[in-house]
């Protein structure tokens, strides 16, 4: 998604990124703070068809306490044609992730 945008951009996009710039400069002095936790959280999210190409967008979080540890955003492989298979094919793309988690977390403890 982020490289049909980078072809192109527009005034609102220059406008996104200026607000993003304004909110690091202004923030710079914030301080990251991770606490751990027993069990890791997952946040998944999609949206339908808002690529130039029609596909999907994802996007996935993973939380271990206070703090998130893991995420990404990244463009469906695949068309679909509701958003409910576009919630579908985002579960199924990190499901092995997820599963990987929980099978670590019953070996460590």
Request: glycine residues 4%; contains cysteine.
């Amino acid at each position: 998604m982020a490289v049909a945008f980078l072809q192109s951009p527009d005034e609102d996009d220059y406008k996104k990124l200026t607000r993003v710039m304004q909110y690091l400069h202004t923030t710079k002095d914030l301080t990251l703070t991770l606490e751990p936790g027993k069990h890791p959280n997952w946040w998944v999210d999609s949206s339908y068809m808002v690529n130039p190409d029609m596909h999907s967008q994802s996007g996935i979080v993973m939380s271990l306490g206070k703090g998130t540890t893991y995420s990404t955003s990244c463009k469906q492989k695949l068309n679909t044609k509701s958003s409910m298979e576009v919630e579908l094919v985002a579960i199924d793309d990190v499901m092995g992730q997820i599963l990987w988690t929980h099978h670590y977390e019953d070996e460590c403890l």
